[in-house]
């Protein structure tokens, strides 16, 4: 428990504790920065919603070190099928349930407030971290180099005072912190009402286990099964209706009949349902000094493509070690100035995936059916289209002081594994590390560890020396966050990419 007479101070303040939040404690937490955690709840938010995640963000929740944990309450997705209005299938896309390039299913189901229990479980081991709970952040201002956050307890009305080096704002889409720092959102031109079903069935509803596109117009829908007996159902609602015109079983049966033919209300326990105004917007700058925006307060993305928690979760990866670097003296503090030159295009082009996907689903009434029908059984002749969908590799970073040059740059590198038994992901640890298929010199390997770099041998033959193969390079130089900083066949020059220490 913290005293509220003092004014508390830390190098970092992280304003929500969702999975945004508590994943940039945690990863500054291993880098032994201490950070306070204001959370707003006195626990984890109850409710579903987020439910997908691919397999690069499945190497972040592995780097956070709940990986086993979160596979026990997940599962693989095969894929994506696209349905017409009558639910005859227009597409199908499969989606490899095997192990991808980065050592996960490139499609997995969860339950949201089971993952943030992990998360929260998991804080447990990090003494850097203390949690502030059930306080709302009231004020936050910039003075003298530091920033001042104001906080009082939601139920006692307890003040807190903290002052911290820098703030990171994981506050959610109605950010405070985003007010604070008078940034704006811009809007991508989408705004859709639907609403959002949870189910939980004491039956097994026997539906193939992807996802389900209904591609109408009329009354555009999505459904997945998320757990072994959990469901989401997803439908855009039309003027005039709301959520509570479909609060209990028989009410949905409309809607819902086409996966639940057959199956009592009795075997169907509604576990939510609630309105959401789907939206694509995207903050116009993510920094303001010494703070910054992580997650839904700097984009907010249509759920089409299952994006949106993962999106939070690449900030804080891509954010965190560049802070600590700054904190710990590693890295010259304009480094900083890469988070939004990385992330913020990245965020835009999901956004616009999205999007895609959105208005394919509903536009175009009766002649966009008929398109539909005439176009989604060819998509697999289109050039390119059904890797884009199937794929779940996200476009490379931009460049950038920490994205050089190399055909590898602004790319993950893969996390294969290695002949010991463990991923490269574990060997290479949370540091700067260099990948080559050439023996370096002596010099070379002391430079490497002289700053705090880990030297890794790509075996000839192995996936590692093939993917460097392909990027025309014997040698990459991969940051804490696995992204490629450069690549290419000179060693020496390589190497001295990586930051003084």
């Not at 780097?63 to 086993?68: N, P």
């Not at 390997?445 to 192995?462: C, N």
Request: contains cysteine; positive net charge; proline residues 5%.
């Amino acid at each position: 428990i913290m005293d509220s007479s003092a004014v508390h101070r830390t190098p970092v303040a992280i304003v929500g504790a969702g999975p945004t939040g508590a994943t940039a404690a945690t990863l500054l937490a291993q880098y032994r920065v201490p950070s306070i955690l204001i959370d707003r709840w006195p626990t984890v938010y109850p409710q579903p919603r987020a439910v997908h995640m691919d397999d690069e963000v499945m190497r972040i929740v592995n780097r956070l070190g709940v990986g086993e944990q979160f596979a026990a309450i997940s599962k693989p997705a095969l894929g994506l099928r696209l349905l017409d209005s009558r639910h005859r299938v227009l597409a199908e896309f499969h989606r490899d349930t095997a192990l991808s390039r980065n050592g996960y299913a490139q499609a997995n189901m969860f339950d949201q407030p089971a993952f943030e229990m992990l998360l929260r479980d998991n804080l447990i081991h990090y003494p850097e971290v203390r949690r502030l709970s059930e306080c709302e952040v009231t004020d936050i201002v910039t003075e003298d180099g530091q920033v001042r956050v104001a906080a009082v307890h939601r139920g006692d009305g307890t003040e807190h005072q903290i002052l911290a080096d820098y703030v990171l704002g994981c506050d959610g889409a109605n950010s405070l912190v985003r007010d604070r720092i008078g940034t704006r959102m811009h809007d991508m031109g989408f705004r859709q009402r639907w609403v959002v079903i949870d189910v939980r069935a004491t039956v097994d509803l026997d539906q193939w286990d992807g996802v389900h596109q209904v591609c109408d117009p009329s009354r555009a829908g999505t459904y997945m099964r998320i757990g072994a007996r959990r469901h989401r159902w997803e439908f855009r609602l039309r003027d005039g209706e709301s959520a509570s015109d479909f609060d209990t079983v028989p009410k949905l049966r409309a809607l819902i009949a086409p996966w639940t033919a057959g199956v009592p209300d009795d075997e169907l326990e509604l576990v939510r349902v609630t309105e959401y105004t789907f939206r694509a917007q995207l903050a116009d700058h993510w920094r303001k000094g010494r703070v910054f925006l992580l997650g839904d307060a700097a984009h907010l993305t249509p759920p089409f493509i299952g994006q949106g928690l993962g999106a939070g979760l690449r900030d804080a990866m891509n954010l965190s070690w560049k802070l600590a670097g700054v904190l710990n003296g590693q890295l010259p503090q304009p480094m900083l100035d890469t988070y939004q030159a990385e992330r913020r295009p990245h965020a835009r082009h999901l956004i616009r995936l999205a999007l895609g996907i959105g208005r394919a689903m509903t536009a175009g009434g009766k002649g966009g059916d008929v398109a539909r029908r005439l176009v989604a059984p060819r998509m697999h002749l289109i050039p390119g289209l059904r890797a884009r969908i199937t794929d779940s590799t996200t476009p490379r970073l931009h460049r950038s002081a920490l994205v050089h040059g190399g055909r590898l740059a602004g790319r993950l590198c893969p996390n294969p594994l290695l002949d010991n038994g463990s991923r490269l992901d574990d060997t290479l640890g949370i540091g700067f590390a260099v990948v080559s298929t050439d023996p370096l010199g002596d010099d070379l390997v002391e430079l490497i560890a002289r700053r705090g770099g880990v030297l890794h041998h790509a075996v000839p033959g192995s996936e590692l020396a093939s993917w460097l193969s392909r990027g025309h390079a014997t040698v990459a130089i991969i940051r804490p966050d696995r992204t490629v900083l450069a690549s290419g066949r000179d060693a020496r020059v390589l190497c001295q990419t990586l930051p003084v220490r």
